[in-house]
């Protein structure tokens, strides 16, 4: 059974920075893909960022220069490093691994930006 663990959301005033933490219950090695979405209230979820297993790394356009995914084999443990955070990029924040034919999600962690 693969759990994925999210953590570091908060709130924080626009400017500032969070680093969201992914822990797999399982090697990361595994996995395909990982990557993390988020969603608002009555929207429907959005891809942020992914990694995939050669290494390389695609953002969406309205994170791109302000978030940095990675991963650390020997914690494994996916990362989300947010800097410049606006009001927009208020949301809950999902992990998400894939393998060929199975996907996993977390439960989910809030990320607040506020004054």
């Known amino acids: 059974q693969v759990q994925l663990v999210e953590s570091g959301g908060g709130l924080v005033q626009p400017g500032g920075s969070l680093r969201l933490s992914c822990a797999a219950s399982?090697?990361?090695?595994?996995?395909?893909?990982m990557g993390w979405y988020r969603q608002t209230p009555g929207k429907e979820r959005e891809w942020v960022a992914r990694i995939i297993s050669g290494g390389s790394a695609n953002y969406a356009e309205s994170v791109k220069g302000r978030f940095t995914i990675s991963r650390n084999y020997a914690k494994n443990t996916v990362y989300l490093q947010m800097n410049s955070l606006e009001p927009e990029d208020t949301a809950v924040y999902y992990c998400?691994?894939?393998?060929?034919?199975?996907?996993?999600w977390g439960q989910g962690t809030q990320v607040t930006v506020s004054a």
């Open positions: 399982v090697s990361i090695f595994s996995f395909n893909t």
């Open positions: 998400h691994c894939g393998k060929p034919l199975n996907d996993y």
